[in-house]
């Protein structure tokens, strides 16, 4: 098989919380349970999940941000510096930036550090240059630049390096539908033109349709569904993902309920919300099939889906 | 802009004032009097205040204008020096408590918490009383003596600034540990820290008054605030300037410090 | 359909440091009974100080310069405070954002209901908990009596954004200004709150006015659509109309670039 950027198998990250604050009991909470998928170069994963699905945590563990409970991330050939290879774009482009630095220190920093490039004031201008920011505003402070323009200046930082892969948490959800059309617009000619790899997190469905070649859908630490992300469209076997999918093009929802937190499910995590749930939901969890040809998906009463 | 913006801090504009006003005196002290602050003059004993001497003299006929303006000198020297020990102590202490966590913290906060525990007069006081009483000594021991506070308000800055996306981001890169604190830690964390120096000077200046005034401070003849206050105890029924004046000094330097101080921090909260 | 609303000529200041500055420009906009209004807008277009307005709670830095705001026919600019007073909270509820932070922390959400219908519409004890419990039916809040008890910070977000919407209407509005009251939820969530939003306008004939930056969610649930640009209204219309034929440039990217996000 061709070769992959890399690969994550079975990731686990439990959290314990005090039940309360006079109790000793701990509560476990899977914030990543069981996750594996590998990425192969040049293309673009998308996660998509809502809040507290584990999606950031996934990202910070194959970053070495945080460490896994168990499970083994396995990194190809082409990533052999962790720091250098695979960058972090942020969700909140006033966050992002050191308040207090001017842009050009801000792209100076990586390139000081891995030593990349030979004229680095030079290589802050191409950079600036790439993501549409006049190299003549490399002396000001971010709090000068508009949240699109910060974005823009936070993925040139994550370019400096040359990367392979650079993770994209959230990277539009706070611009205006405008900037977000052209923050992807960039992001799409970048790959192109650099041969990058995305793994786009977000909880906006209608954003990766086409962006992405392999969509992940998670819910409660899990992989729930897994397949390029037209299958997912045109024909959702999982009913969370078909839900997901009608609440963000027709404003509908099926499902029952809210998120359960902290608590312990038996069976299909799912059961608490979906509107087809049955008696074996409640006590067998399904796990993650090939239901259809490269279409994953972990649940007992698959949708869309003539069985044979 | 910038006249526009103390005009409306008032509090900051008049403490401004009055330490630049004390700090020129200090500097060109020798150039705004004719006396040197420890020549005798056995014909001008415990003069009033004068066209001639203008705040008057003392129990040795010095005049108490310039040994006020060269105290001066000595005052700001320990205010400076000792919150300089004392930030540069907290700043290390609290960055590594507040950036690595976990035991390390535990074990600087405990130690803070334990020099919280002395009575930090006494303890000065007994050091002082073991070492010799010198300018040097004095302003190791009391910026050794407060550092605690800006260790406390460092890691509190740092706890909250940790989780801020452009340290993750730092990290990301590959930036080091001592870069992180020293590049992007420390100068966003930087305003309250200010402040608290500013502040912790008005203490050291008081201080060292005292320990001079119990005669653990600067040594005579070299003058100093607190030195000079001693000499007035014993005529302080005749020569009421004597004690007027050194007062005065320390009452409108320690105002107008904390008020430059307090106003920092009104600026700081915006 | 008669106007419950009416905003002619609305011009607001803010006193900043830098000078004044206008966030809202000569703004007209009318409200019909029992139908929703969509304010559609980018952040810092003043959609929320428009609808802060409507219940003058504008910051104290702001000044109306000039302009109406007609509530059935008063005047709502010239109100004495206390009659104002009554106005606001009775006829004209108002959902925020974030609804955990503007529910009262240390009283449980049941107390919150009560306490509102006790003390404005003079309900007692007993009528106001039978009336509580059906709010929260109405709201579709699961076991009306179990939550009854619960404190803000032991719901969800979706759960809490109910709970507004059901102390919004134990007052007996007749007018519901929401400003984005689902953009801090999930997306499942969020769709749900929308259609309860919808059926509560049905059910209840009440009249919605919707602020938002999501042109999905306002081409959904709103009747009427202005879009604001800069302080100013430049397109105001049926909804269908402005999605299927905007006039002005502005609305047409806006609407090209939402069609070709979906596309990207």
Known sequence: MSEVLFELSGIKKYYYIAKNFFSKEKIEVKAVDEVSFFLKPATTLAIVGESGCGKTTLAKIILKLIVASSGIVRFGSQISDLRKDIQLVFQNPYQSLNPLMRIKDILNEPLLIHNVAKNRENRIKELLELVGIDPNNRFRFPSEFSGG???????????????????????????????????LNLLKDLQKRLNLSYLLITHNLSI????????????????????????????????????????????????????????????????????????????????????????????????????? | MIFKELKRNRLFSFGLAIVLAIGLCAIFAPLLTRYQPEAIDVNEILSSPSSKHILGTDSLGRDLFSRLLFGSRVSLKVGIIAVGISTLMGLILGAIAGFYGGWIDSLLMRFVDLMLCFPTYFLILSV????????????????????????????????????????????????????????????????????????????AILVESSLSFLGLGVQPPTPSWGNILIDAKATLGVAWWLTLFPGLAIFITILGVNMLGEGLRNWEKQ | MSEILKINDLTVNYQTKEGEFTALEKVSLKLEEGTCLGILGESGCGKTTLAMSVVKLLPYNAKIIRGQINYQGNNLLQMSEIKLHNLRGREIAYIFQDPVSALNPVMSIGAQIIETLVNLRHFSYKEAFGESIRLLNLVKVPDPLEHLRFYPHQLSGGLNQRVMIALALSTNAKVLIADEPTSNLDVTIEAAIIELLKDLQTKLGLSIIFISHDLSLIRFLSDNTAIMYKGKIIEFDRTHLIFNNPKQLYTKELLQATDLLSRI
């Open chain 1, 208 to 308: 990766v349709k086409n962006f992405s070649d392999y969509l992940l859908v998670m819910y409660l630490g899990k992989i729930l569904e897994k397949a390029p992300p037209g299958d997912i469209f045109n024909k959702p076997i999982h009913p969370y993902s078909e839900s997901l999918i009608l609440s963000a093009i027709e404003k509908r929802s099926k499902l029952k309920g809210e998120i359960p937190r902290f608590k312990e499910i038996y069976g299909c995590i799912f059961n608490t919300r979906c509107p087809y749930s049955q008696n074996k939901c409640f006590k067998i969890r399904p796990e993650l099939e090939e239901l259809c040809p490269s279409h994953f998906a972990a649940c007992h009463f698959p949708l869309n889906l003539k069985r044979s």
């Open chain 1, 149 to 183: 323009q910060r974005q823009r200046i936070s993925i040139a930082r994550a370019l400096a390096t040359e990367p392979k892969l650079i993770i994209l948490d959230e990277p539009v959800s706070s611009l205006d539908v405008k900037t977000q059309l052209q923050i």
């Open chain 2, 128 to 203: 002082i009383a073991i070492l010799e009483p010198s300018l040097a000594n004095i302003m190791i021991i009391i910026g050794l003596t407060s550092w605690m506070g800006v260790a406390r308000i460092v890691r509190a800055q740092i706890l909250s600034l940790k989780e801020r996306e452009f340290i993750q981001a730092a990290k990301v890169i590959g930036a080091s540990d001592l870069r992180i604190i020293t590049l992007h830690l420390l100068p966003n964390a930087m305003g309250p820290v200010i402040v608290a120096a500013i502040l912790g000077m008005a203490y």
